[in-house]
């Protein structure tokens, strides 16, 4: 099988995770910056199987239906992601909603240091594995 991986997009990091190759597992893989994020996934598309990319998609807590800010930078990114990965791997996008706030409490409950929790990329990435670990149980 292929593996999957996630991205929790923001205009400055970009969280990543990515799936084991049974699609069982989701793991945190690093932070990196929109551009960097873009390198990444094209080696990773020629070096590995890959299924989909996953990428959040925020909204507001209150309606489903407003555009959240960051979307038309998501919405550019996507389009540059296109370009860049092969057309046969699957651009999905899945409800973010409330990942920020389970993952500082997954971080908390982990018994991670509050100096380290405080390191925004770890936030992302743990982000992005909780985005992928739903994604998959919702298929």
Same mark, same amino acid.
């Given at each position: 099988?292929?593996?999957?991986?996630?991205?929790?997009?923001?205009?400055?990091?970009?969280?990543?995770?990515?799936?084991?190759?049974?699609?069982?597992?989701?793991?945190?893989?690093?932070?990196?910056?929109?551009?960097?994020?873009?390198?990444?996934?094209? +080696?990773?598309?020629?070096?590995?199987?890959?299924?989909?990319?996953?990428?959040?998609?925020?909204?507001?807590?209150?309606?489903?239906?407003?555009?959240?800010?960051?979307?038309?930078?998501?919405?550019?990114?996507?389009?540059?992601? +296109?370009?860049?990965?092969?057309?046969?791997?699957?651009?999905?996008?899945?409800?973010?909603?409330?990942?920020?706030?389970?993952?500082?409490?997954?971080?908390?409950?982990?018994?991670?240091?509050?100096?380290?929790?405080?390191?925004?990329?770890?936030?992302?990435? #743990?982000?992005? #594995?909780?985005?992928?670990?739903?994604?998959?149980?919702?298929?």
């Amino acid at each position: 099988m292929a593996i999957l991986i996630a991205l929790d997009y923001g205009t400055r990091r970009v969280g990543i995770a990515t799936s084991d190759p049974m699609q069982i597992i989701a793991s945190p893989l690093c932070t990196l910056s929109p551009d960097d994020t873009l390198a990444l996934l094209e +080696k990773k598309c020629r070096e590995e199987e890959v299924e989909a990319i996953v990428i959040g998609e925020p909204h507001h807590t209150h309606s489903v239906e407003e555009e959240v800010e960051v979307e038309k930078d998501i919405a550019a990114f996507i389009e540059r992601l +296109k370009s860049v990965v092969p057309h046969m791997v699957k651009i999905e996008r899945y409800d973010e909603r409330f990942t920020s706030m389970i993952a500082s409490r997954a971080l908390v409950a982990g018994g991670m240091k509050k100096s380290r929790r405080r390191e925004k990329g770890v936030l992302d990435m #743990t982000s992005a #594995t909780i985005i992928l670990q739903d994604y998959m149980q919702h298929r």
